[in-house]
């Protein structure tokens, strides 16, 4: 039994892993900030989640799992309300999205187009 | 003063009553109660429970006096269905998150940032609110301007883009806060 709960509880912190990996990534990757956002995103929902869901299968007490649990509710109604600020503040401040895709200018612009 | 003219917003005449507003309170300390057992743990301290209820009792009091038990502090009015919906966004969320870690493996594939405006068809403030921080919350789309009844959506691939304008979250919303 406890090995089940020790595969699942590495399985889900690997996940979780992957993908706040992936969330890095994502971040130096994109071109703008709201496609940056989106990368962002991951980290904020299933990312949080798996990790979470991780530390609750190796909880010895069910308490602890209701505590983690609503840590990770108020995180899922919190989050999206902060992305939204970060958003809107962005718009406002008239910060105009890359709408044209992702094409092969945007893989080496690390100051070559500024250095000209 | 101000507990007068709380009163005198929820008293009688005022939409709701004074029936309403008792249900409110009564259902708040409940789940004050229980959001207390569940974190404090405590069940044999006679002492320390009978704080726990004095704090609750104290919470309730301030709430109510703060006018702050109407339908967007408190909303007692949502069926349970919003566990199912609670459910189904996890769902989404869960492959929105794949869609998106594709694209950040394979951006020249699936990358194709988009802006645009829909229509949102929740009337009340907060169902507007649960429909916006929803399309938030699955990645791949981010609300970025919400105004009346038009949302501006971010979309980061053309898959989320057409999700979001499928209006199925939409749809869910506006029947899970009974405003359809």
């Known amino acids: 039994m406890d090995l089940v709960l020790d595969i699942l509880t590495w399985a889900l912190m690997l996940g979780g892993c992957f993908f706040i990996l992936i969330t890095g990534f994502g971040l130096v990757r994109f071109p703008d900030l709201y496609t940056r956002i989106h990368a962002g995103g991951m980290a904020d929902t299933l990312a949080t989640f798996l990790i979470f869901g991780g530390l609750a299968l190796q909880a010895d007490d069910w308490l602890v799992v209701v505590k983690l649990m609503m840590i990770v509710a108020f995180l899922f109604f919190t989050s999206p309300t902060a992305t939204y600020a970060l958003a809107q503040a962005s718009f406002v401040a008239g910060l105009k999205p890359v709408v044209d895709g992702y094409t092969d200018a945007d893989e080496n612009t690390d100051g070559k187009e500024e250095g000209k | ?180």
């Open chain 2, 1 to 180: 003063m101000a507990y007068t003219d709380a009163k005198k917003r929820h008293g009688p005449g005022a939409p709701g009553g004074d029936k309403e507003l008792i249900l409110r309170t009564i259902s708040l300390i409940i789940v004050l109660v229980i959001a207390w057992l569940l974190l404090s743990g405590i069940y044999d301290n006679t002492l320390i429970l009978g704080f726990g209820a004095a704090s609750c009792l104290l919470v309730a009091l301030i709430a109510r006096r703060m006018d702050v038990l109407d339908k967007e502090g408190f909303p007692l009015h949502l069926s349970p269905q919003i566990f199912a919906y609670w459910f189904w966004l996890f769902a989404e969320i869960v492959k929105s998150n794949i869609d998106v870690a594709k694209c950040v493996l394979f951006p020249k594939q699936y990358l194709q940032p988009s802006m645009f405006k829909i229509k949102a068809t929740q009337t009340s403030d907060l169902g507007k609110v649960v429909y916006a921080n929803s399309i938030t919350l699955t990645p791949g789309t981010v609300t970025v301007d919400l105004h009346e009844d038009t949302v501006l959506v971010h979309a980061l691939t053309k898959e989320t883009a057409d999700g979001v304008k499928s209006g199925e979250m939409d749809e869910r919303v506006t029947k899970v806060m009974g405003e359809g």
